[in-house]
C-alpha cells in the first residue's frame, strides 16, 4: 500500500511559478512511476506529467517547456515545477503511482487528495 500526499498549491498570478510536491509513504516507492494529473471544475482528469522509475520523463504539450517533474526517491518525493503559469493551469493537481509510466489515469494505482493550484490574472 502506497499513501500519496500532495502540497504546495495556492493562488498564485499568471506567469507565476509554483512547486509541488507529492511525498509517498510505503514499500519500494522508488520502483514505481509517478503520473501528474489535473482537474479543472466540470472537466474531466488531464494528464499532465509523468516519471518513471528510473527519472525519464513525458508531458502534456499543453505544459512541455513550462512544467518540470523530478524526483528523490532518498526522500519519497516527486516534484512538479509549475513556471509561467496561465489561466488555464487552474485545476486540483494529482499525484498517482503505478507500475508503468502512462497518460492513463487507469494505469495508476494510488491516488493523492489533490491540492488547488488557482492562476489569477
Known amino acids: 500500500q502506497v499513501v500519496l500526499v500532495e502540497h504546495g498549491g495556492g493562488l498564485v498570478q499568471a506567469g507565476g511559478s509554483l512547486k509541488l510536491s507529492c511525498v509517498a509513504s510505503?514499500?519500494?516507492?522508488?520502483?514505481?512511476?509517478v503520473g501528474w494529473f489535473r482537474q479543472a471544475s466540470g472537466t474531466g482528469r488531464e494528464f499532465v506529467a509523468t516519471?518513471?522509475?528510473?527519472?525519464?520523463?513525458w508531458y502534456a504539450d499543453s505544459v512541455e517547456g513550462r512544467f518540470t517533474t523530478s524526483r528523490d526517491n532518498a526522500k519519497n518525493t516527486v516534484y512538479l515545477q509549475l513556471n509561467n503559469l496561465k489561466l488555464e493551469d487552474t485545476a486540483v493537481y494529482y499525484c498517482?503511482?503505478?507500475?508503468?509510466?502512462?497518460?492513463?489515469?487507469?494505469?495508476?494505482?494510488?491516488w493523492g487528495q489533490g491540492t488547488q493550484v488557482t492562476v489569477s490574472s
Open positions: 498517482s503511482a503505478g507500475r508503468y509510466a502512462s497518460q492513463w489515469p487507469a494505469q495508476y494505482t494510488y
Open positions: 510505503g514499500p519500494i516507492f522508488s520502483n514505481y512511476a
Open positions: 516519471i518513471n522509475w528510473s527519472g525519464v520523463t
